[in-house]
Each structure stands twice: as C-alpha cells, then as structure tokens.
C-alpha cells in the first residue's frame, strides 16, 4: 500500500500564488506517473495536471494551463510539486496528490489506485 500526502494549501488572496507539495511512502515513487486533481464543494473531482514518472510529460487542464505548473523533485524527497500562480476564487478546493506505479493511468480519468487525503486551498480577499 502506498500512502500519499499532500501539504501547502492554505488561504491565499486573488492574485496570489501557491505551492503545493506531494510525497508517498514509496522509496521507488521518483517512478510513479502522478496527477493532481480538486475538489470543490458540491461538485465532482476534476482532473488539474498530471506528469510521468520522468517529468518528461505534462498534460494540464485548460482552467490550469499558463497559471499553474507541475514537476517533480527527484532528489531525495522523492516529491511531486504543483505550482500555483494567479489564483482565483473559482479554484478553491480541496487539492489531492495521487499517484500510478505502472504508469498505465489515463491521468484525466482519474483512475487512480493511490491518493492522498487532500489540501485545502482557499482564494480569498
């Protein structure tokens, strides 16, 4: 079982920017696909960005592509970054990390085996 965990969220302003940060449990997770996906009140979880296992290939939703960027540090913290800039209202949410050992996922069906738990992500003045 891996376990994934989310950190960054917070309370930003309209305009502001954020980082969001993924780990797992994995020692091998510098190989795992990952995506980010959001949540927002009363509505479905919607695909944000996904990168592979090499960080040679992104895909961004269109709410996400030019505001917001995905990448991997594969050095020791083994982490998986999504960067957030010009945030808005319209992307507050709960955030979730989730990650694909085989690389076989998709990334915007979101059929994922492994997620985290989520961070909040509020935009507010």
């Known amino acids: 079982q891996v376990k994934v965990v989310e950190s960054g969220g917070g309370l930003v302003q309209p305009g502001g920017s954020l980082r969001l940060s993924c780990t797992a449990s994995?020692?091998?997770?510098?190989?795992?696909?990952a995506a980010w996906a959001r949540q927002a009140p009363g509505k479905e979880r919607e695909f944000v960005a996904g990168?592979?296992?090499?960080?040679?290939?992104?895909?961004y939703s269109d709410s996400a592509k030019g505001r917001f960027t995905i990448s991997r540090d594969n050095a020791a913290e083994n982490t998986v970054i999504l960067q957030m800039s010009n945030l808005n209202p319209e992307d507050t949410a709960v955030y979730y990390c989730?990650?694909?050992?085989?690389?076989?996922?998709?990334?915007?069906?979101?059929?994922?085996?492994?997620w985290g738990q989520g961070t909040q992500v509020t935009v507010s003045s």
């Open positions: 989730a990650a694909d050992p085989w690389g076989r996922v998709e990334p915007r069906t979101l059929k994922f085996d492994y």
């Open positions: 994995s020692r091998t997770f510098s190989r795992y696909a």
């Open positions: 990168i592979s296992w090499s960080g040679g290939s992104t895909d």
